[in-house]
């Protein structure tokens, strides 16, 4: 089966950096990718990590390591609208065509 | 460039009636994914087509749910005689491909509610 795991939440103050992490206890699996969901809003596709190590895109960072199960999303310069929810999520490689979800981290931004 | 499209936005159902949901991929992609959020909770796969075939149902209960993907159309999941524990949010997601990217496009969701 999978699972995983991540803090419920997190508060943080504009301009800071934030990591959210992201556990997880698989049979096997493709990548680690990561999705923000604003309240009331659809998951939007933020990072996809492949490979073990540090992927980047502008102010979010993603990170994979395969032997200590393990991945997280680093937000760097915080703004009031990261406020959101985080999922991380993978692609089973038991069943191909499922992607699982974390339950999310709500990160709060305080100014 | 329309991206996933989904109706209604909201849906009110009293207990044993039918709520039907539909979901327009974006152009162009042929797989069509459907979750289930409830609050406060990540998003649980429910089912998995393709135009006219529906490749992995495994994340559907057995009765009262079911979906499907016409040639021509939406994709509609369709739930009959709903319960209150049916009250959630249904995204739909849609990709051009398996096998060569894990981005998905998610729809603004519908939020079930049953009275």
């Known amino acids: 089966g999978q699972s995983l795991e991540q803090p419920s939440e997190v508060t943080a103050v504009e301009g800071a950096i934030v990591q959210i992490n992201c556990t997880y206890q698989?049979?096997?699996?493709?990548?680690l990718s990561w999705y923000q969901q604003h309240d009331g809003g659809a998951p939007t596709f933020l990072s996809y990590?492949?490979?073990?190590g540090l992927e980047e895109t502008g102010r979010f960072s993603s990170f994979l390591s395969r032997s200590d199960s393990y991945g997280y999303l680093l937000l760097q310069e915080l703004q009031m609208k990261d406020s959101a929810s985080y999922f991380c999520?993978?692609?089973?490689?038991?069943?191909?065509?499922?992607?699982?979800f974390g339950s999310g981290t709500k990160l709060n931004v305080k100014p | 460039n329309a991206g996933v499209m989904q109706n209604p936005r909201h849906l009110v159902r009293r207990r044993g009636q039918e709520a039907r949901l539909r979901c327009s991929p974006m152009?162009?992609?042929?797989?069509v994914y459907w979750y289930r959020q409830l609050p406060e909770e990540g998003l649980k796969f429910m089912v998995y087509?393709?135009?006219?075939?529906?490749?992995?149902e495994s994340g559907m209960p057995k009765e009262r749910f079911s979906a499907e993907f016409p040639k021509e159309g939406p994709s509609i999941l369709r739930i009959q005689q709903v319960v209150r524990g049916d009250s959630a949010a249904y995204f739909c997601?849609?990709?051009?491909?398996?096998?060569?990217?894990?981005?998905?496009?998610f729809g603004p969701g519908t939020r079930l509610t049953v009275l």
């Open positions: 990590n492949g490979l073990d």
């Open positions: 087509l393709q135009k006219e075939n529906i490749i992995d």
């Open positions: 997601a849609s990709s051009s491909q398996t096998g060569t990217t894990d981005t998905q496009y």
């Open positions: 152009k162009g992609h042929s797989h």
């Open positions: 698989t049979s096997g699996f493709y990548g």
């Open positions: 999520a993978v692609r089973a490689r038991d069943n191909f065509n499922k992607f699982y």
